[in-house]
């Protein structure tokens, strides 16, 4: 029952140095819609990176947290300049009126608001964002001040090893020991001047439970020539459920206690891969609004689902090479927000996280293929069974953020 993303990029550096963001931060006037347009830049982005990710991985399952990627990439774009900056701010989707100094202040607030906020009693959600620098290398003052809770030096030079289990400590610590040893043991060697680690955690409980007793094994079909056996968790209770159109998907809403955050089953028709494919490729951000948004009627529903743990790691460079996002790999990478120093880049990216769905809480998938599209019109329950492949989001409703997201494909993989 919980959910966990980490990131982390590795890098080597060098030096030199002047004023913070821009020659005069104290100039940009203060945007109350900054923290309104982080999250609406990090929507287009999640939208944007999951189907560059479907695309790299288009048969097996996919699980990973864009609320983790953007913060931790949000990172990378505070501390950098020129040509990176630009190339990062393209993916990211931020507009050409937000300014650094502003979307600083949104992060931060952001920050401050989970802390302060923890519904502990009926979910826990922590992301952490951290970027590790070498000692010798020489992190611009200003920045070192803003973002102090962001910036932590370690000395890789001497002691790599040791630095690394620092950071894999770290780790392990924000996800409660369900991400341990991220950083491998080459991972980081004496020239190594920056990593960028990033690690979410979420548990859940949901706000309807599955009654254990009646998790039965049944046919997963995984294509049309394959099927396998796997244990489907059942309940029949009042849920949101809708089917779009637009979308091309029956969607059933399962909430967590303290309703905030929801888990949303898209199961497209009962026609496999491509069906699921064509959601992703339908996700816009107005449609993904119209379902988490509209005041569609509960109604009694049969849920079957299945209950399932994966736990996944995603090649980030070549999606973000793909999504524009690549200068920050190249020996041209730009990096003098953060230091005056020459030659910092990153060596890679590596975003793991891992998914455990059962009759208490957190994170389930669905499909159903029971009845068409548009043909239910029921008077008697309607019926859910995700026992064929399907998308599935966690979603922050008072922020509109997308804290997970995946594809339930395969029950071997
Ligand atoms: C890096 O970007 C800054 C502006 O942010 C620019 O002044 C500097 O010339 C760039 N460095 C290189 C090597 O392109
Ligand atoms: C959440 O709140 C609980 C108790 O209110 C506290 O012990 C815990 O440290 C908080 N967690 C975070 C991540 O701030």
């Known amino acids: 029952m919980l959910k966990l993303g980490v990131i982390l990029f590795l890098g080597i550096s060098t030096t030199v140095n002047s004023q913070c963001f821009y020659k005069d931060d104290a100039s940009k006037k203060l945007n109350p819609e900054a923290r309104t347009n982080l999250y609406r830049n990090q929507l287009e982005f999640t939208l944007d990176l999951f189907n560059t990710i479907n695309h790299a991985v288009p048969d097996d399952n996919i699980f990973f947290s864009p609320f983790s990627v953007y913060h931790a990439l949000l990172l990378a774009y505070f501390a950098a300049g020129g040509e990176t900056e630009s190339a990062l701010k393209k993916s990211l989707r931020i507009s050409d009126i937000q300014d650094k100094v502003n979307l600083l202040m949104a992060y931060k ?8 906020n923890n519904n502990s009693d009926s979910y826990e959600f922590t992301n952490a964002n951290k970027m590790f620098v070498d000692t010798d290398l020489h992190v611009r003052d200003c920045l ?43 991972g980081i060697t004496d020239t190594t001047k920056l990593v960028l680690a990033n690690a979410a955690y979420f548990k859940g409980v949901w706000a309807s439970k599955f009654p254990v007793e009646r998790t039965k094994k049944q046919v997963f079909f995984v294509s049309e020539t394959r099927q396998t056996l796997v244990p489907f968790m059942r309940q029949k209770g009042t849920f949101h459920y809708m089917v779009s159109d637009e979308l091309g998907a029956q969607i ?18 009962y026609s496999m891969k491509e069906g699921v494919s064509n959601i992703i490729k339908n996700l816009t951000p107005e449609r993904l609004a119209a379902v988490v948004e509209e005041g569609y009627m509960g109604r009694e529903v049969v849920v079957e689902i299945p209950k399932f743990t994966i736990e996944r790691s995603l090649p980030l460079r070549p999606i973000l090479e793909t999504m524009g996002a690549g200068n920050l790999f ?57 026992n064929f492949p399907f998308v599935y989001v966690i979603y922050e409703r008072p922020t509109n953020s997308v804290l997970f997201m995946g594809v339930y494909r395969d029950p071997k993989k």
């Open 109 to 116: 607030v952001d920050k401050r608001a989970r802390a302060v």
């Open 144 to 186: 070192r001040n803003m973002m102090a809770g962001e910036l932590e030096a370690l000395n890789f030079h001497q002691n790599p090893q040791v630095a690394r289990q620092q950071i894999n400590n770290w780790v392990a610590q924000i996800t409660k020991n369900n991400i341990q040893d991220l950083i491998p043991v080459d």
């Open 252 to 269: 059933l809403e399962l909430p967590y206690k303290g309703n905030d955050i929801s888990m949303y089953i898209l199961l497209p028709p």
């Open 330 to 386: 190249d020996a041209t990478s730009n990096f003098s927000t953060l230091s005056e120093d020459s030659g910092i880049l990153f060596d890679d990216a590596v975003h793991k996280a891992k998914i455990q769905i059962d009759e208490e809480g957190t994170v389930a998938a669905a499909a159903t293929a029971i009845f068409g599209f548009r043909s239910s019109r029921p008077a008697e329950p309607s019926v859910f069974i995700a």
